[in-house]
C-alpha cells in the first residue's frame, strides 16, 4: 500500500483512510496475502494531515472535520484489528498524523535517515491518530509528555533504541527490507500469527477510549484562535519555500 501525493510529501485526506480500510478489506479476504506493507511515494513516508483542508473546514465546516478525523481513526483501528500483520516502511520524513499512522503498524521499518515529527503542537492542535496512547505505552507519560509538548523530531536510531522501530535499513531500502520481513513472518501459521496480534491488542487495551478522547480534543483546539494562528504561520512558511 503505497501512500502517493508526493508533491505536498503525501498527505492524507478521507478519500486515503477510505481507500486504506478498502485495501485491508480486500487484503484480509484473500488467501494469497499474508501481511501489508505501507510505504510512501517520492522518498517521504507521509507530512500527516492536509493544513489547507484543515484550515478550510476549520471556518467552514467542523462537522466535516470531525467526520475526516473519525475516517482516520476508523483506519486505525482496522490496521490494529487486521488479522494479518501490517508493517510500515519508513524513507525520509514521517509528521504528525503521519507517525501516527506508522505507529499503528505492527513493526516499523526505517532508513537510518528517517525523521518522526510530532508536529501537532506546532499547529496548535493536539495529536490524533493514537498517537498519544502508541507514544505513552512505549515511553512512559512524562517522556510521551514532553516529546509531542515540545514537538520534537526524532531520528529513526534513537526511536529503534527506545523500541518503537524495529530494525533500520540503509537509505532508500526501507521498502526492500520491510518486504523482506514480511516474507519472513509469513513462514510463520497464520492462525498463530492471528492470535498473538490479539492477545497483544488485549494486553494494550484502551486504545478505543483514547481515539474517542482524542478526536474529542482535535476538535476543541482546533476551534481555538491558538490553532487558527499557527496553521496561518504554518502555510505562510510553505508558500516562502
Same mark, same amino acid.
Given at each position: 500500500?503505497?501512500?502517493?501525493?508526493?508533491?505536498?510529501?503525501?498527505?492524507? %485526506?478521507?478519500?486515503?483512510?477510505?481507500?486504506?480500510? $478498502?485495501?485491508?478489506?480486500?487484503?484480509?479476504?484473500?488467501?494469497?496475502?499474508?501481511?501489508?506493507?505501507?510505504?510512501?511515494?517520492?522518498?517521504?513516508?507521509?507530512?500527516?494531515?492536509?493544513?489547507?483542508?484543515?484550515?478550510?473546514?476549520?471556518?467552514?465546516?467542523?462537522?466535516?472535520?470531525?467526520?475526516?478525523?473519525?475516517?482516520?481513526?476508523?483506519?486505525?483501528?482496522?490496521? +490494529?484489528?487486521?488479522?494479518?500483520?501490517? &508493517?510500515?516502511?519508513? $524513507?525520509?520524513?514521517?509528521?504528525?498524523?503521519?507517525?501516527?499512522?506508522?505507529?499503528?503498524?505492527?513493526?516499523?521499518?526505517? %532508513?537510518? =535517515?528517517?525523521?518522526?515529527?510530532?508536529?501537532?503542537?506546532?499547529?496548535? &492542535?493536539?495529536?490524533?491518530?493514537?498517537?498519544?496512547?502508541?507514544?505513552?505505552?512505549?515511553?512512559?507519560?512524562?517522556?510521551?509528555?514532553?516529546?509531542?509538548?515540545?514537538?520534537?523530531?526524532? =531520528?529513526?536510531?534513537?526511536?529503534?533504541?527506545?523500541?518503537?522501530?524495529?530494525?533500520?535499513? =540503509?537509505?532508500?531500502?526501507?521498502?526492500?527490507?520491510? &518486504?523482506?520481513?514480511?516474507?519472513?513472518?509469513?513462514?510463520?501459521?497464520?492462525?498463530?500469527?492471528?492470535?498473538?496480534?490479539?492477545?497483544?491488542?488485549?494486553? =494494550?487495551?484502551?486504545?478505543?477510549?483514547?481515539?474517542?478522547?482524542?478526536?474529542?480534543?482535535?476538535?476543541?483546539?482546533?476551534?481555538?484562535?491558538?490553532?487558527?494562528?499557527?496553521?496561518?504561520?504554518?502555510?505562510? +512558511?510553505?508558500?516562502?519555500?
Amino acid at each position: 500500500m503505497t501512500l502517493s501525493g508526493a508533491a505536498h510529501r503525501n498527505v492524507l %485526506s478521507p478519500q486515503v483512510y477510505a481507500a486504506g480500510v $478498502e485495501a485491508l478489506n480486500m487484503a484480509e479476504s484473500s488467501p494469497d496475502v499474508q501481511a501489508v506493507v505501507i510505504t510512501g511515494a517520492a522518498r517521504h513516508f507521509c507530512a500527516g494531515g492536509d493544513l489547507q483542508r484543515l484550515h478550510h473546514n476549520r471556518q467552514h465546516d467542523l462537522p466535516a472535520q470531525r467526520a475526516a478525523v473519525q475516517s482516520f481513526h476508523d483506519w486505525i483501528v482496522a490496521m +490494529r484489528t487486521f488479522p494479518k500483520p501490517v &508493517l510500515a516502511a519508513v $524513507e525520509g520524513h514521517a509528521a504528525g498524523a503521519g507517525v501516527s499512522l506508522a505507529l499503528a503498524c505492527d513493526l516499523i521499518v526505517a %532508513s537510518s =535517515e528517517a525523521r518522526f515529527g510530532l508536529s501537532h503542537i506546532r499547529a496548535g &492542535l493536539s495529536p490524533d491518530g493514537g498517537l498519544t496512547w502508541a507514544l505513552t505505552n512505549a515511553l512512559g507519560r512524562q517522556r510521551a509528555w514532553a516529546a509531542l509538548a515540545l514537538g520534537e523530531t526524532h =531520528e529513526a536510531g534513537s526511536w529503534a533504541a527506545a523500541g518503537l522501530v524495529h530494525s533500520l535499513c =540503509e537509505p532508500g531500502q526501507a521498502l526492500a527490507s520491510a &518486504l523482506a520481513l514480511a516474507d519472513q513472518l509469513a513462514q510463520q501459521a497464520p492462525c498463530a500469527l492471528s492470535s498473538l496480534k490479539e492477545l497483544l491488542n488485549q494486553a =494494550e487495551a484502551g486504545l478505543s477510549a483514547q481515539l474517542d478522547s482524542e478526536l474529542n480534543h482535535f476538535m476543541h483546539t482546533l476551534q481555538q484562535g491558538d490553532a487558527g494562528a499557527a496553521i496561518d504561520s504554518f502555510l505562510a +512558511r510553505r508558500r516562502r519555500q
